[in-house]
């Protein structure tokens, strides 16, 4: 079992920043990348940035020069530094981890962006 658990949202005004974190605890061995999505009551849940073991990144499209993800040391903290935020930023955002088949899912933490 992996838990994961998301911290850092909260009520930005258009162009701030905020930086998400999420611990990944329980058994972590063997995980390959994290991840971060988001979703809106209107959309499905979408990929935002990835993770590899190996420290490569990936971006979705809207989100490529504004939003940087990155972990700790140990690689049981994943973070999502969001910068020059927009109102179409704003979702619920989910750490994601895979343990084999398995994936695993955080509570979410909520971002709006709004003046």
């Known amino acids: 079992q992996v838990q994961l658990r998301e911290s850092g949202g909260g009520l930005v005004q258009p162009g701030g920043s905020l930086r998400l974190s999420c611990v990944a605890s329980?058994?972590?061995?063997?995980?390959?990348?994290m991840r971060w999505y988001r979703q809106t009551p209107e959309n499905d849940r979408e990929l935002v940035a990835s993770?590899?073991?190996?420290?490569?990144?990936s971006y979705a499209d809207f989100v490529k020069g504004r939003f940087t993800i990155s972990r700790d040391d140990a690689g049981n903290t994943v973070y999502l530094q969001m910068n020059s935020l927009k109102p179409e930023d704003t979702a619920v955002y989910y750490c994601n981890v895979w343990r084999g088949p398995v994936p695993y899912w955080g509570q979410g933490t909520q971002v709006t962006v709004s003046s």
């Open positions: 993770i590899f073991k190996g420290g490569d990144t």
């Open positions: 329980g058994s972590i061995s063997g995980i390959n990348f």
